[in-house]
C-alpha cells in the first residue's frame, strides 16, 4: 500500500513537472518566432553611424517583416549580415537600390577621388553615415538583398532621444 | 456556448503546434523543395558557420533573394581556386566561400558570379526525401577535378 501511494505521489509531481516544462518551451518558441519573424532589439554601437546613433551604444527595434516582402528602399536603416564575417551584424543605410549609379569617396580623410559604380541585378549599396571610419560598401562592394535582416525603425534606449529612426 | 470552447482549444492548439514547428525548422532542421527535389535541410551548423570542403548547402541567390540554389562548397576562405574556362586563380576572401554544382556543363555557380557570402547560406542539405527512388543522403564529396584546394 506505501508504495502505491509512494508511486502516486511520484507520478503527480513528474506531470506538474512537465507541464512546467513545456509552458517554458512554449514561451521560447514563441519568444524566438517573435525574434525571428516580427520585431527585435539589438544593441547598435560604434562609431560608423554618428550622428544618427551614438557611439557608446543604442538599443533599437528592428522590424523583420518589410525585408521579406521586398519593401526595403533608400534611405532606410537596415541590419546587414556582414559579408566578412557572417557571425556579425552591422547596422548601415541603404544608399542605393539595384540598377543605381552610386558616386562616392574612396578615402574622404586623406584624398577626395570619387568614384561611381553601379549596383548590379538584386544587390544593395550601404554605408554609414559617417563616411570617416564607416566600413562599408566603398570597402567591400555592394551587398547581395539577401543578408539583410531586418529593418531598423524605432530607438529606444538611451530614454531621452526614444522616437522612430529612418529618412 | 460549446463549440465556441472546442474551437477556441482547437485554434490555441494549432498555434502552439506552429509556433513549436517554426522553432524546430529555423534552428534545427527543416525540409524545403528545390526544383522537383524534397531535401532534408541541417540548420545548426549555422550557429557557428561552421562548413568543410565538399558539403552540399542551401543558398540565396546573390542576385534574386527569393530564389534557392543548391550546390556543393569547393572552396573556404582563405583558399585558392582556379577558375573554370579561364586560367585565373583567385583568393576566396574572409567570410565568403565558392560553390559550384555538381554538373560542370550547366550550372550558374561561381564560376559565373564569384564568391558568395556565407551568409546567404541557410542551411547543409543532408538527405533526400523525395522523389523515393531516389532517398538517401547526401554525401560529402570533392569533384576530382577539383582536387585539393590549395
Not at chain 1, 509512494?6 to 517554458?24: F, G, H, N, P
Not at chain 1, 560608423?48 to 527595434?61: A, I, K, R, W
Not at chain 1, 578615402?107 to 553601379?118: E, G, K, L
Not at chain 1, 530607438?155 to 522612430?164: H, N
Request: glycine share 8%.
Amino acid at each position: 500500500m506505501g508504495v502505491l501511494n509512494y508511486m502516486s505521489q511520484w507520478r503527480s509531481l513528474a506531470k506538474e513537472a512537465m507541464d512546467r516544462t513545456a509552458i517554458v518551451a512554449k514561451f521560447l518558441c514563441l519568444l524566438h518566432v517573435t525574434n525571428t519573424y516580427v520585431c527585435s532589439s539589438t544593441l547598435v554601437y560604434g562609431p560608423s553611424m554618428l550622428p544618427t546613433l551614438n557611439v557608446t551604444g543604442d538599443v533599437v527595434l528592428a522590424e523583420h517583416v518589410s525585408h521579406r516582402l521586398g519593401k526595403v528602399g533608400l534611405g532606410d536603416l537596415v541590419l546587414v549580415r556582414s559579408p566578412g564575417d557572417p557571425k556579425k551584424t552591422v547596422t548601415k543605410r541603404v544608399v542605393g537600390m539595384e540598377g543605381d549609379k552610386v558616386s562616392f569617396f574612396v578615402d574622404p580623410m586623406s584624398s577626395d577621388i570619387c568614384r561611381t559604380a553601379v549596383v548590379p541585378k538584386g544587390h544593395v549599396w550601404i554605408q554609414g553615415d559617417n563616411a570617416y571610419v564607416s566600413n562599408d560598401s566603398r570597402h567591400f562592394g555592394p551587398v547581395p538583398y539577401g543578408l539583410i535582416q531586418g529593418k531598423v525603425f524605432l530607438r529606444v534606449w538611451p530614454l531621452d532621444s526614444i522616437g522612430f529612426l529612418g529618412e | 456556448m460549446a463549440t465556441r470552447n472546442v474551437l477556441w482549444n482547437y485554434s490555441k492548439k494549432i498555434f502552439t503546434f506552429g509556433l513549436i514547428g517554426l522553432t524546430a525548422s529555423d534552428s534545427l532542421a527543416s525540409i524545403s523543395v528545390v526544383r522537383d527535389d524534397c531535401v532534408l535541410v541541417e540548420k545548426t551548423c549555422l550557429v557557428k558557420y561552421k562548413f568543410s570542403h565538399g558539403d552540399v548547402v542551401v543558398f540565396s541567390s546573390p542576385s534574386n533573394h527569393k530564389e534557392k540554389h543548391i550546390k556543393r562548397i569547393i572552396a573556404l576562405p582563405g583558399d585558392w581556386i582556379g577558375i573554370r574556362h579561364c586560367s585565373d586563380v583567385r583568393r576566396i576572401p574572409e567570410g565568403h566561400c565558392w560553390v559550384e554544382g555538381d554538373n560542370p556543363s550547366s550550372s550558374m555557380d561561381s564560376n559565373s558570379f564569384g564568391p558568395i557570402p556565407l551568409g546567404l547560406v541557410k542551411g547543409r542539405v543532408t538527405h533526400i526525401v523525395w522523389p523515393p527512388q531516389r532517398i538517401g543522403a547526401v554525401e560529402k564529396r570533392i569533384p576530382s577535378d577539383r582536387g585539393q584546394a590549395f
